[in-house]
């Protein structure tokens, strides 16, 4: 099957620093990818819809300017947290689908925890 | 906006014992997706049900779609220590953008 690579797995930062997390489609184009924030047990909340050569849109309560999003390409998304605090730790992770071959099975990178210190 | 609850949040069964989750949506899905994600690990997509009152059967687990595509259900029988994870459903909205929205996600723990 399709598969997602995110990068990295894990990362710790220091408050007020920027950290940048990678997904990309190994195997297929990706014209829309999806970036969910999870916290311990509990569900995936969408934050936004990565579009490939256009801007993002950003779920309900999510600040764009926070959270920033680049899909330069058809198999590369990249989420970018902003000067990062303890609040934001979270697990990040990516999905996306082979909409070309008409796959609405969603496939999801590993995901990276982030520790805000 | 919509809202996927799960219930129950945790399951504790001994191994050889069934197990279900059930998924309600408070507006009409177009479809709906199970998911499985292991401890640390990542969701792993299971199965997709489309129409009204779907019956669908992966080996020991079974899911149904309801005839009102407002819920659905995942039934395993005879858990083994393998089925340990959260299961998620995710449904998928008319006009939502392919938006998959999920679901508060059953904990399924399996003793010996």
């Known amino acids: 099957g399709a598969v997602v690579s995110q990068h990295p797995s894990w990362v710790i930062c220091k408050s007020g620093t920027s950290v940048k997390i990678e997904c990309r489609s190994l195997?297929?184009?990706?014209?829309?990818m999806f970036w969910y924030r999870q916290f311990p047990k509990q569900s995936l909340m969408l934050m936004a819809t990565?579009?490939?050569?256009?801007?993002?849109?950003?779920e309900q309560g999510v600040e764009k300017d926070k959270f920033l999003i680049n899909h330069a390409s058809l198999t590369l998304s990249t989420l970018t947290v902003t000067s990062a605090h303890p609040e934001d730790s979270s697990f990040y992770i990516c999905?996306?689908?082979?909409?070309?071959?008409?796959?609405?099975?969603?496939?999801f990178g590993q995901g990276t925890r982030l520790t805000v210190v | 906006g919509q809202q996927v609850m799960q219930i129950p949040q945790y399951q504790h069964v001994q191994e050889g014992e069934d197990f279900t989750t059930y998924c309600n949506s408070s507006t009409t899905l177009s479809n709906i997706q199970w998911y499985k994600q292991r401890p640390g690990g990542h969701p792993v997509f299971l199965i997709q049900l489309v129409k009204s009152g779907e019956v669908k059967k992966q080996k020991r687990l079974t899911f149904q779609f309801g005839e009102a595509k407002k819920n659905s259900s995942l039934h395993i029988t005879a858990t083994q220590t393998t089925d340990v994870g959260t299961y998620f459903c995710a449904g998928i909205y008319a006009g939502g953008g392919n938006k998959l929205t999920f679901g508060t996600g059953t904990q399924l723990k399996v003793e010996l």
């Open positions: 990565s579009n490939e050569g256009s801007k993002a849109t950003y």
């Open positions: 999905s996306a689908r082979d909409f070309v071959r008409g796959s609405t099975e969603a496939f």
């Open positions: 195997d297929f184009q990706a014209t829309t």
